[in-house]
């Protein structure tokens, strides 16, 4: 079946390090591939997204490039701030999920700490 | 932007009583969604709902329901509630069209005494 598979936490950076938290996926066809950011206490917050192959998704300064060929949607940052300190999803939507009410199969989480 | 709004964002409750928890989303999505947070186990699917008056059991639909009347109005029942619901728990909503994201709510924290 589907899934996503995230680099295990805690991640523990200095600020303006650079960042990068894997993922990768298994799944059939062309998955929409996310980015979600959950701070303490708060619900999940859509960060970025991509669609197809080679799509670049970006915001906030982070990025994340789908690569179909080695099945992997890695989240990257040049400079974190202590603001970012939060975990972080990478999750999957595939045709049969979209037309299954959209359910999105998520990885487990990384959280990130970013210390000044 | 999408708003989707949880009634409340810290509910405690007793064991042994029914639970309400209301979501309510702004932009006429279709699709409607109920998670629980557990540290460890990452985010779980405890029902969705295509549309209006209808709904779709997740990963973990024991011990819940769902009611869906209104096309912005999604609530989770706790029909008698127990220890092992204390929890975070997550609303989300998502238009009914193909690679669009879900969106979410900031979340109920439950405990259940």
């Known amino acids: 079946g589907n899934s996503v598979t995230q680099m295990e936490g805690p991640v523990t950076l200095s600020e303006e390090a650079f960042l990068t938290i894997n993922c990768t996926y298994t799944?059939?066809?062309?998955?929409?591939l996310f980015w979600y950011v959950q701070y303490p206490g708060e619900g999940l917050q859509l960060l970025l997204k991509?669609?197809?192959?080679?799509d670049k998704g970006s915001n906030k300064g982070f990025e994340a490039t789908y690569r179909k060929e080695t099945t992997s949607f890695h989240l990257e940052k040049g400079s974190v701030q202590v603001s970012d300190s939060a975990v972080y999803f990478c999750?999957?939507?595939?045709?049969?999920?979209?037309?299954?009410?959209?359910?999105?199969?998520f990885g487990q989480g990384t959280e990130l700490s970013v210390k000044p | 932007d999408v708003k989707v709004t949880q009634s409340s964002r810290y509910l405690v409750k007793r064991t042994g009583e029914k639970v309400f928890l209301e979501c309510v989303q702004d932009?006429?999505?279709?699709?409607m969604f109920w998670y629980r947070q557990d540290p460890g186990l990452g985010l779980r699917l405890i029902y969705f709902?295509?549309?209006?008056?209808?709904?779709e059991k997740g990963d973990i639909p024991e011990g819940y329901s769902v009611s869906r009347e209104k096309k912005e109005r999604f609530s989770l029942i706790l029909e008698s509630a127990s220890t092992n619901q204390t929890s975070m728990y997550l609303c989300?909503?998502?238009?009914?069209?193909?690679?669009?994201?879900?969106?979410f709510g900031d979340g109920t924290r439950l405990s259940i005494l």
């Open positions: 932009m006429d999505h279709e699709n």
């Open positions: 799944a059939t066809g062309y998955p929409s």
């Open positions: 709902s295509y549309d209006v008056k209808m709904k």
């Open positions: 999750a999957l939507s595939d045709r049969a999920s979209s037309n299954q009410g959209g359910k999105l199969i």
């Open positions: 989300a909503s998502r238009i009914y069209r193909e690679r669009q994201p879900q969106h």
């Open positions: 991509a669609t197809k192959a080679d």
